[in-house]
């Protein structure tokens, strides 16, 4: 799907995402459960951010590729950078990724 901004999102089968219709405020928020791999429309001034749905962590980033795994039934989160930069945010602590890194995470080991 193409979101307003003209990202792009692909969800895996049974996963689900909520997002405003047209990004108005200063930021880009949506919300997924379960998988979704975004390729984010670059915009420094307006980052977006992901939240991921019951599992208390959210992923910042302005523009770049990048895939958030967050089943219900998996004890980890994994988030993978394919491109540009993020910020992992979770119980207060932040985590920065480059392209090609993963960050395995549960709510206990996010630095």
Request: with cysteine.
């Amino acid at each position: 799907m193409v979101l307003a901004d003209g990202s792009k999102v692909w969800l895996s089968p049974l996963s689900a995402i909520h997002f405003s219709i047209a990004f108005t405020s200063n930021q880009r928020v949506a919300d997924v459960m379960d998988e979704a791999c975004f390729e984010v429309a670059k915009n420094a001034a307006k980052p977006i951010k992901v939240n991921v749905k019951d599992k208390g962590m959210m992923v910042e980033v302005s523009g770049t590729h990048f895939n958030i795994n967050a089943y219900n039934n998996e004890a980890a989160m994994k988030t993978t950078l394919l491109e540009g930069s993020g910020k992992i945010v979770a119980d207060g602590k932040t985590s920065f990724l480059k392209p090609g890194q993963q960050a395995p995470s549960t709510r206990s080991n996010i630095r």
